[in-house]
C-alpha cells in the first residue's frame, strides 16, 4: 500500500475536512467519525488517488455519500427517549464572534441536510455551482433552487447574521 504523503495531507487539509463534516452533521463527534471513516476507505486508494491528482475531492465524494446514507439510516431508526435531560454548556456573550458562531450553528441545524451540505460547499468553501452539483449529484439548477432557500430561511430565523440583509417584498410575505 502507497501512503507517501497521506500523513502529510491529513495534517495540512484535515481541519478542512473536519469543518466540512461539521457543516455536514451539525455535530462535532459524528463530524470526526465521518472524516475518520473517509480517510480510512482513502488510505487504501492513496496511491492511485495522488496518481489521479485530486485526493481531495474524492474523500469530499465519501463523506457526501456516507452523510446521505446516515441520513437514510436515520429515517428507519427509532429515536430513544430518556428521562434524564444533559446539561447545556454556558454561552460566554463576551465574545461576538463566538456567539455568532454558535448562532449560525444552530441556525444550520434548521436546515435538510442536502442545505447544510450546498451551504457549507458554496459559501465556506467557495465551490462552484457546476461542481457543487457534481459532487452532491445533482443538477446545478438544484444546487441554486437550495441555495436560495436555505438562505431565505437562514435569513428569517437570524437575520442579524447576514451583513446587509435585505427583506424583499417577497420574502416578506
Known amino acids: ?23 455536514l452533521t451539525a455535530d462535532r463527534a459524528l463530524a470526526e467519525d465521518l472524516v475518520q471513516e473517509a480517510l480510512t476507505r482513502a488510505v487504501g ?12 475531492r474524492y474523500i469530499r465524494a465519501i463523506m457526501l455519500n456516507e452523510t446521505r446514507s446516515q441520513w ?17 454548556a454556558a454561552t460566554d456573550t463576551t465574545d ?13 441545524k434548521h436546515l435538510s441536510p442536502r442545505q447544510r451540505a450546498i451551504i457549507y460547499l ?3 468553501e467557495d465551490i ?9 449529484n445533482c443538477s446545478p439548477g438544484t444546487v441554486k433552487r437550495q ?14 447574521l447576514i451583513p446587509d440583509n435585505e427583506v424583499t417584498e417577497r420574502e416578506a410575505t
Not at 486508494?45 to 481531495?56: C, H, S
Open 147 to 160: 441555495s436560495f432557500d436555505a438562505l431565505k430561511r437562514i435569513r428569517r430565523l437570524a437575520p442579524e
Open 96 to 108: 461576538y464572534d463566538v456567539v455568532h458562531r454558535i448562532d449560525m450553528a444552530n441556525v444550520l
Open 1 to 23: 500500500m502507497d501512503t507517501d504523503g497521506f500523513t502529510e495531507f491529513v495534517a495540512n487539509r484535515g481541519p478542512a475536512l473536519l469543518r466540512m463534516a461539521l457543516a
Open 72 to 88: 437514510r439510516r436515520r429515517v428507519r431508526r427509532q429515536e430513544v427517549v430518556t428521562d434524564d435531560v444533559p446539561e447545556l
Open 128 to 136: 462552484s455551482v457546476a461542481e457543487t452539483a457534481t459532487l452532491m
Open 45 to 56: 486508494r492513496w496511491g492511485k488517488l495522488v496518481r489521479d491528482g485530486d485526493p481531495e
Open 122 to 124: 458554496r459559501y465556506y
